[in-house]
């Protein structure tokens, strides 16, 4: 179990969310879904849209940082720097990977697949989840 302050994940996770409805052309597919995983416990955002080119990942995770592509779009390139913030502060790690959404041309529309997930030891059952303060 990953004990943690439930407003500041939930805007870490908002902020992909808004982010990934904010890029992806409309029409475009946008899942969220947490995850329990034998060695990993976390929550993903999903979409069909253009993606991050592997190239700038890291680098839009460093504050102020916008792809190019984001340029002319409302922004501050501030939102995923403090997403990766407040998963560090939470012993987690904010990963950028290709969607590979089925059916889809990876090559003209990787998707984007960013998660927000901490390492877990194997428990029992392989169940994981988050305790939030009383």
Not at 67 to 73: L, M, N, P, V, Y
Not at 101 to 121: D, K, T
Request: proline share 7%; glycine share 14%; net charge positive.
């Amino acid at each position: 179990m990953t004990r943690g302050d439930p407003s500041l994940l939930f805007a870490a996770v908002g902020n992909r969310l808004n982010n990934a409805l904010k890029f992806a052309p409309c029409g475009s597919v946008v899942t969220v879904r947490s995850f329990a995983r034998a060695d990993m416990i976390g929550i993903e955002v999903i979409d069909s849209g253009p993606g991050i080119p592997p190239e700038e990942r890291d680098a839009v995770l460093k504050r102020f940082y916008r792809t190019e592509a984001s340029r002319h779009t409302p922004g501050s390139g501030l939102g995923p720097a403090l997403a990766a913030a407040v998963a560090r502060q939470h012993g987690m790690e904010l990963t950028i990977g290709d969607a590979c959404m089925p059916g889809g041309n990876l090559a003209a529309n990787p998707g984007c697949r960013i998660a927000i997930a901490r390492r877990e030891m194997a428990r029992g059952n392989g169940q994981g989840g988050f305790i939030v303060p009383t």
